[in-house]
């Protein structure tokens, strides 16, 4: 089924955007082969989108054909390795890290309550609580709408970085289902902060179900509530720096947080809103930094794109002036 004149404020998170001039639905092979070849005869680039978590869309109408997934089975086997859970790219991401607690199965608890559908988590690598969707990857297919072929990727050709993969560097491809390998017996992974605090208070995480309860807590406490807010998360990407800029930095502010990676020191972008720029809660027009965590942007019911530009790049300079830092988005824009 094709719509027409979509607004894209119906379709994101943020609740922003104008309309999209078609939206098709994408279940299967089929469906998302004739939803190209309808692009092509419109002469019209077409664009995937899942639950619309990461996506700032402008306020203008939108010249594209929106590919909605929305083939969403999940389907467990054992293999020599643990169990290969295999789901549709239109899966609630959330429901499959419901669907391995709910039979014990360990990797991907740590990445409870993350919004978005299965088909997008490879796309940034999604990652919070100290572990990321490349820990359990085991493949995906994607349909290439310049073979017409399915494909079948690996993790080393998906190319996975900090909230990086392939799909983000050369988008196109349309991925249809995503493999991951988790296992019967495993370890909680708590070291991190909040997590590590929750055991200090006496909870016991034993179980896969038990973090991912614990995560979407603890989350619920620093995110917006999707049901009345307008966000995307976390709006930048936590910037990576040479240890030379690190160690000068340092210099000026002694407790600059700084987390050495295979590419540098990676250092959390909420220190230096919160610490350096004072800016929790920095309102400008509709949009602001959320007060519990200032990474995360919110806009008002009825701001537009050009409201939260204007503040992102506002902070961007801010930050820059600040610290020499150069700050890149982690949110997509779509145009
Ligand atoms: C409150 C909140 C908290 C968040 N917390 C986190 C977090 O902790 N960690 C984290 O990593 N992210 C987080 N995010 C960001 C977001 O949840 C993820 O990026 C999620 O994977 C986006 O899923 P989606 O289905 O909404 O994708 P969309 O926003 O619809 O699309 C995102 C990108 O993926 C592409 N895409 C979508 N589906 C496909 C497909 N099938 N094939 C190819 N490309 C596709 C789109 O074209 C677009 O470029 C958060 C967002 C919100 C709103």
Redo the contacts with the bound molecule.
């Keep these: 089924m094709m719509r027409e004149n979509v607004p894209l404020s119906t379709l994101?998170?943020f609740r922003i955007g104008g309309p999209a001039r078609y939206v098709a639905q994408g279940n299967s092979v089929a469906s998302v082969k004739a939803a190209f070849a309808h692009a092509r005869e419109c002469r019209l680039p077409l664009?995937?989108?899942?639950?619309?978590?990461?996506?700032l869309a402008s306020d203008a109408s939108i010249a594209a054909v929106l590919l909605l997934?929305q083939n969403n089975s999940i389907a467990f086997s054992d293999t020599s390795e643990g169990v290969e859970v295999c789901a549709d790219?239109g899966t609630s991401?959330d429901a499959l890290v419901r669907a391995c607690a709910d039979k014990g199965l360990w990797g991907i608890e740590n990445l409870a309550g993350?919004?978005?559908?299965v088909?997008?988590?490879p796309?940034?690598n999604?990652?919070?609580y100290g572990s990321e969707l490349a820990d359990s990857f085991s493949w995906l297919e994607?349909y290439d709408p310049d073979t017409e072929t399915i494909q079948r990727l690996t993790g080393a050709e998906c190319a996975f970085g900090y909230?990086d993969s392939t799909?983000?560097q050369n988008?196109g491809?349309?991925?249809?289902r995503v493999a991951l390998t988790v296992t019967r017996s495993g370890s909680p992974r708590t070291q991190y902060a909040d997590l590590s605090r929750l055991i200090d208070a006496g909870e016991v995480l034993d179980t896969p179900h038990a973090i991912g309860e614990a995560v979407r807590r603890v989350r619920s406490a620093k995110?917006?509530d999707?049901t009345e807010y307008g966000?995307?998360?976390?709006f930048f990407k936590n910037p990576t720096i040479v240890l030379d800029q690190y160690t000068q930095l340092q210099q000026q502010y002694p407790e600059l947080p700084g987390f050495a990676t295979s590419t540098g020191i990676k250092i959390p972008l909420a220190w230096i809103l919160d610490h350096v720029l004072d800016l929790r809660g920095f309102r400008m027009g509709h949009a602001y930094l959320f007060q519990n965590q200032p990474l995360?942007l919110v806009a008002d019911a009825g701001a537009t794109c050009v409201d939260v530009d204007a503040l992102a790049n506002n902070v961007a300079e801010k930050i820059f002036n600040a610290t020499g830092i150069q700050i890149e988005r982690e949110v997509?824009s779509l145009s």
Aim: proline fraction near 9%; charged fraction near 10%.
């Design positions: 994101t998170t664009y995937p989108i899942g639950q619309g978590s990461n996506i997934m790219a991401w993350i919004p978005g559908t088909g997008a988590a796309v940034q999604i990652g919070a994607c909230r799909f983000k988008p491809r349309i991925i249809m995110f917006p999707l966000t995307a998360g976390s995360v997509r």
